[in-house]
């Protein structure tokens, strides 16, 4: 009835051809979850409802079309969990906090992504851990627990999409929905050693779902295999999928910029780079020193935005996030301009970046490993050095997997699908390699 490990194709595969039925999945995906630790993993699940949902999609009609020759999407009969970021009807969505799950009470309707999660026949297996409020890189939460790596006792998954990775490591999803804004899709890719898919900024709808700051917000997955990722893309963007191109080349950062890298990381950077160029990709280096302000820009829009959001709550959150709620409060209009007006300029030049070298290059994260109980504080600010010139332009990113720490590799805006097609050419050469 399929492993942990399982992988996209390969379970989706075995339903066309009724080996395993979506009942028979779920049911195995059920018996896994909650297997960190802190038995966390989900905020919200309720078994008989995912059953029901593994039921409806069995009953779903086939036909002879589509990819895997029954008709259906590829998302029919998987296990996958969501962020509780997102409402799910008849389940309450916290944020990460337990003052908004109980201010906003039981969601009477499905979020846009549920709603096309359900629509392509996934059985959703509940609503996962998240940092609270999605404000942070570490998976660490004081109300809800910590969120501890299933099978890595002591290692924090990373966050904000923190229940996501960890509900693929234990095999409860074969496949998880997360944001990313600062990097919270591909953090807790790379220190749990899974792909992830960080979207273009504007992709998908977010009704439903819980802005942290909207200037950055992104939709995203975390799964295992870096060749099922063409199979994700579609459902953020329902039968609008953009063509695809070939790269032809590509730029990886300069070593000046890796100063504070461990060193395995940086090997696993030299692996991938290797690999692009097996592809028949050619590589340069590049010099992003300018890349230095990022967080300085990023840091003040996303704080603004998310005091605008949780304006007369600041009291009901955590200590270490009220202040930045506090200090973005605080910053004013004509600030506010200035970051605006720098992060405008700052989009724009990453955008001639990609122009000339089509794709960049660059760990995820500078270490491989965060572990519980330990002061994280300098983690964000290192670790968001590295995401936040992606997020300030907006642009999508495939985390690759190394066997230490992960790797983003990122495209201009909307080629998203093109980006996740090499991805999975990545994805297969590695597998021929081990």
């Known amino acids: 009835m399929g492993s942990p490990s399982m992988t996209i194709r390969g379970a989706r595969q075995a339903l066309a051809t009724g080996k395993v039925s979506p009942t028979e999945l779920a049911e195995q995906a059920l018996l896994r979850a909650n297997q960190n630790a802190g038995k966390n993993t989900y905020l919200w699940r309720n078994p008989r409802w995912t059953m029901g949902e593994a039921e409806r999609a069995t009953a779903m009609p086939r036909s002879a079309n589509g990819r895997f020759g029954d008709g259906r999407s590829n998302l029919w009969g998987m296990s996958i969990s969501v962020k509780d970021c997102f409402d799910l009807a008849g389940a309450p969505t916290s944020c990460g906090v337990k003052f908004y799950r109980d201010l906003n009470g039981i969601a009477q309707h499905d979020s846009w992504l549920v709603e096309q999660l ?50 693929v490591l234990e095999g409860s999803a074969l496949a998880a929905i997360g944001t990313d804004t600062g990097g919270s899709v591909r953090g807790p890719a790379a220190l749990c050693g899974l792909a992830g898919y960080r979207a273009s900024i504007g992709r998908g709808n977010w009704r439903g779902g819980a802005h942290l700051a909207p200037s950055f917000d992104t939709m995203g997955w975390l799964f295992r295999d870096l060749e099922d990722g063409p199979l994700l893309a579609d459902s953020l963007v329902p039968g609008k999928a953009a063509a695809r191109r070939d790269f032809k080349n590509f730029a990886v950062i300069h070593d000046e910029f890796l100063h504070d890298c461990d060193p395995a990381i940086v090997d696993g950077l030299r692996q991938v780079e290797r690999s692009l160029n097996a592809l028949g990709l050619e590589s340069t280096r590049v010099d992003v020193s300018w890349w230095a302000d990022s967080f300085e820009i990023f840091a003040p829009i996303q704080a603004w935005e998310a005091a605008q959001i949780h304006a007369g709550h600041f009291d009901k959150i955590q200590p270490a996030i ?109 597998e021929q390699r081990a």
């Open 118 to 167: 359900r629509k392509a026949g996934a059985a959703i297996t509940g609503k996962t851990h998240l940092h609270p409020l999605a404000y942070g890189i570490t998976g660490e939460n004081p109300e809800f627990g910590d969120c501890e790596q299933p099978g890595n006792p002591g290692a924090l998954t990373g966050g904000s999409s923190s229940g996501a990775a960890a509900s």
């Open 322 to 430: 009220r202040e930045r709620l506090e200090w973005g409060a605080s910053i004013t209009d004509a600030e506010l301009a200035d970051f605006r007006r720098r992060h405008a300029q700052f989009r724009a030049r990453v955008d001639e970046l990609l122009q000339e070298h089509e794709l960049l290059l660059l760990p995820a994260s500078p270490v491989a490993r965060l572990n519980i109980g330990a002061d994280n504080s300098a983690a964000r600010s290192r670790i968001l050095r590295y995401t936040t010139p992606f997020s300030l332009a907006g642009i999508p990113v495939v985390t690759i997997p190394c066997r230490i720490g992960g790797m983003q590799l990122a495209a201009a805006r909307d080629d998203d699908e093109s980006l996740l097609a090499l991805a999975a050419k990545i994805g297969f050469l590695h």
